[in-house]
T-cell receptor
Framework: DAKTTQPTSMDCAEGRAANLPCNHS???????VYWYRQIHSQGPQYIIH???NNETNEMASLIITEDRKSSTLILPHATLRDTAVYYC??????????????FGKGTLLTVNP | ETGVTQTPRHLVMGMTNKKSLKCEQH?????MYWYKQSAKKPLELMFV???????ENNSVPSRFSPECPNSSHLFLHLHTLQPEDSALYLC?????????????FGPGTRLTVL
């Protein structure tokens, strides 16, 4: 199973872009990179996912390196409400069904006024 | 609001009590999940149901008993719990093939076992 490595914490100024890195050097060819976040006292929230190409949605952009060994989640204009723990997850296989999400410790992003 | 609701939001129980956690999803999804999040560990998958059938039991002690009467409702029955079972219990749902699509999480039930 591919493991991910993220910094424990990061700070970002309100209105600036927040760039959250993730290393997943053992990712296999058919595994996706998922990003979730968890705001304090709430359940995790899906943000975005990708396989090879860069992805963008209304919440964020996901940049995956060509060798797929690392990725960066970009929040283009961070707000105070983006303060949360951000989880980078590589989908692993379990019992033949590729569905298990394994959450690590994530990165605590603090957006400062 | 994710479309997944959980009740109660907070629960305090003694080790001899029997209680149940409820989860309901209003999204028409076919799969539902129970996760445990404790202070000292990452989020842990407990059970998975797909079209009401249990597809995963991640070595969970028998004092936790899941029930899935239909694709929209999921219960977690609790009995003779231990203090170390105190945690945030999260329910999630997803649509389609397991793992293909994102999971939508409820707000969780904060459980304290005395």
């Amino acid at each position: 199973d591919a493991k991910t490595t993220q910094p424990t914490s990061m700070d970002c100024a309100e209105g600036r872009a927040a760039n959250l890195p993730c290393n997943h050097s053992t990712i296999s060819g058919n595994e996706y990179v998922y990003w979730y976040r968890q705001i304090h006292s709430q359940g995790p929230q899906y943000i975005i996912h990708g396989l090879k190409n860069n992805e963008t949605n209304e919440m964020a952009s996901l940049i995956i390196t060509e060798d797929r060994k690392s990725s960066t989640l970009i929040l283009p204009h961070a707000t105070l409400r983006d303060t949360a723990v951000y989880y980078c997850i590589v989908r692993v296989a379990s019992g033949g069904s590729n569905y298990k999400l394994t959450f690590g410790k994530g990165t605590l992003l603090t957006v400062n006024p | 609001e994710t479309g997944v609701t959980q009740t109660p939001r907070h629960l305090v129980m003694g080790m001899t009590n029997k209680k149940s956690l409820k989860c309901e999803q209003h999204l028409g999804h076919n799969a539902m999940y129970w996760y445990k999040q404790s202070a000292k560990k990452p989020l842990e998958l407990m059970f998975v149901y797909n079209f009401k059938e249990q597809t995963e039991n991640n070595s969970v002690p028998s004092r936790f008993s899941p029930e899935c009467p239909n694709s929209s409702h999921l219960f977690l029955h609790l009995h003779t719990l231990q203090p170390e079972d105190s945690a945030l219990y999260l329910c999630a749902s997803s649509q389609g093939e397991l793992g293909r699509n994102e999971q939508f999480f409820g707000p969780g039930t904060r459980l304290t076992v005395l």
